[in-house]
């Protein structure tokens, strides 16, 4: 049976590996680690060109995790611990969100992607979540990930992957969905009231985790993209 194509984006950073340091299209390999053992073929989708041209090629979609959107995408001025914008990453995955949102492709985003869906859709977010929670778990140090419980809604995409009981989950993120796009609605939440998981209510598969579903031990939420393609 035919591997279905799973498109997922890409950061372009500096980056050393053997004997090179320089400017680098890359992806952790949790991603497409992840996408195969569920069963789909992984592509990358560089931000360059139009990746929204490639959509219609791909039977699913995950736009990866990164660095901040630009506040000026949902009205606001840059918080001092906002970083790593990449406005040219903005513009790639809006665009490549809207086409496939448009052909309803399955889609799955990760923390930065879930931020993209909720602004896209015109929701606002947290720029530094310690301002509002009181505590950093959420990002505990630079490349270390924190583990929150999460909870599931019952009846929603994301329970029925991963159960209704709170589940320890990876984090590393700093910023969250303050207020929440229309049509979508929130499917897990942390014990400090994060939004930590949302479903758009008029597609068939359109599911995006604040935390880091590709680090965890289990692949429920992969397994369940590629099953809905």
Not at 51 to 65: E, F, M, S, Y
Not at 105 to 111: A, I, T
Not at 161 to 190: E, F, K, M, W
Request: charged share 20%; net charge negative.
């Amino acid at each position: 049976m035919r591997r279905p194509v799973i498109g997922i984006t890409t950061y372009v950073e500096p980056a050393r590996f053997t004997v090179w340091e320089l400017p680098v299209a890359l992806l952790p390999s949790m991603y497409v680690e992840q996408v195969a053992r569920a069963g789909g073929q992984p592509v990358l989708l560089p931000p360059a060109g139009d990746p929204a041209q490639a959509v219609a090629r791909l039977d699913g979609l995950v736009l990866a995790g990164g660095g901040d959107i630009d506040p000026a995408r949902y009205g606001e001025e840059p918080h001092e611990r906002t970083g790593y914008v990449r406005d040219f990453r903005d513009t790639a995955e809006f665009a490549a969100l809207a086409a496939a949102l448009d052909a309803e492709l399955p889609f799955l985003g990760v923390c930065r992607g879930l931020q993209v869906l909720n602004v896209a859709l015109g929701g606002t977010l947290h720029q530094h979540l310690p301002d509002v929670v009181g505590h950093g778990g959420h990002s505990p140090a630079p490349g270390r990930f924190g583990h929150l419980p999460v909870t599931a809604t019952p009846g929603s995409r994301v329970a029925k992957a991963l159960g209704t009981r709170p589940v320890t989950v990876p984090h590393y993120h700093h910023q969250a969905i303050d207020r929440l796009a229309p049509g979508l609605t929130v499917t897990a939440t942390a014990e400090d009231g994060t939004v930590e998981a949302v479903e758009l209510d008029s597609a068939p598969f359109v599911v995006a985790a604040q935390w880091h579903p590709e680090a965890a031990e289990g692949g429920e939420l992969f397994e369940a993209l590629v099953a809905a393609c």
